[in-house]
């Protein structure tokens, strides 16, 4: 069960597909966050997400929103995917400590080793205020995400 609508998101320090380190706190007081965790980069299901927001992308990396993508790959696999693809939003890595954001967020699967589906939009205030989780052969509807960004 993932954390629920009204909860303080937890934080992380998590390391992007070039290095970087993102803290979600970052945001806070600035914008909202599309925090969307993802089983593994190269798949094709999350390829077909990932790529799908990428043709989006201005709804959501915009001067009020951050969209932040995470799985449990390493920075160096996800630099390649991000590369591949042209996906030029944070992909982090939440490979070590294994899991430790995904778990966080309690979607992560122990018996697979790896995150399911989850999406959480988070608002400047850093609370989330709308959630979705798939199992890992589900794709998400993006759609979704856009109407609960426009209810903040």
Not at 20 to 45: D, H, I, M
Not at 100 to 108: K, M, N
Not at 125 to 145: F, H
Request: charged share 25%; glycine share 8%; aromatic share 12%.
């Amino acid at each position: 069960m993932a954390i629920e609508v009204g909860t303080k998101a937890p934080d992380f320090e998590l390391k992007d597909q070039h290095g970087q380190t993102v803290r979600l706190s970052e945001f806070r007081g600035e914008k909202n966050v599309v925090l969307l965790f993802y089983p593994f980069a190269f798949t094709g299901v999350c390829t077909g997400e990932l790529c799908a927001l990428r043709e989006e992308l201005p709804k959501f990396v915009n001067d009020d929103t951050q969209l932040l993508a995470v799985s449990n790959d390493s920075p160096f696999a996800l630099r390649v995917f991000a590369e591949q693809e042209g996906l030029e939003y944070p992909l982090l890595s939440d490979f070590w400590p294994h899991g430790e954001a995904s778990r966080a967020y309690e979607v992560f699967d122990e018996a697979k080793g790896c995150a399911v589906r989850g999406t959480f939009i988070i608002d400047k205030e850093g609370v989330v205020r709308w959630t979705v989780v798939n199992g890992l052969p589900d794709a998400r509807d993006l759609n979704e995400y856009v109407k609960a960004l426009d209810t903040l």
